[in-house]
């Protein structure tokens, strides 16, 4: 079964930075793209940031040059490093992996950015 759990969130101050983790588990992930998608309060879940078993990674416009993807293979977890947040980067953070045809997602970490 797999297991996805997200933590690091909190609520911090305009300018602020936050490091989130996501620590996988049931199996090994080395080999898939793993990623952070948010949803603020009323919207629909976005991409922020995608990274492929070789540490190639993608991000959304909107957090290009504040945001970092990292991973750690040996234990199944990536990271999402952000930096000079704003408060449009209130969102619920969720981790995913999409093995075979199948997405994971995590419960979630809040993230509060109060201006």
């Known amino acids: 079964q797999v297991q996805l759990v997200e933590s690091g969130g909190g609520l911090v101050q305009a300018g602020g930075s936050l490091r989130l983790s996501c620590a996988a588990s049931?199996?090994?992930?080395?080999?898939?793209?793993m990623g952070w998608y948010r949803q603020a309060p009323g919207k629909q879940r976005e991409f922020v940031a995608v990274i492929s078993s070789t540490g190639s990674t993608n991000y959304a416009d909107s957090v290009k040059g504040r945001f970092t993807i990292s991973r750690d293979n040996a234990n199944n977890s990536i990271y999402l490093q952000m930096n000079s947040l704003k408060p449009e980067d209130t969102a619920v953070y969720y981790c995913?992996?999409?093995?075979?045809?199948?997405?994971?997602w995590g419960q979630g970490t809040q993230v509060t950015v109060s201006s």
């Open positions: 995913n992996v999409v093995v075979g045809p199948v997405p994971y």
């Open positions: 049931g199996g090994s992930f080395s080999m898939f793209v």
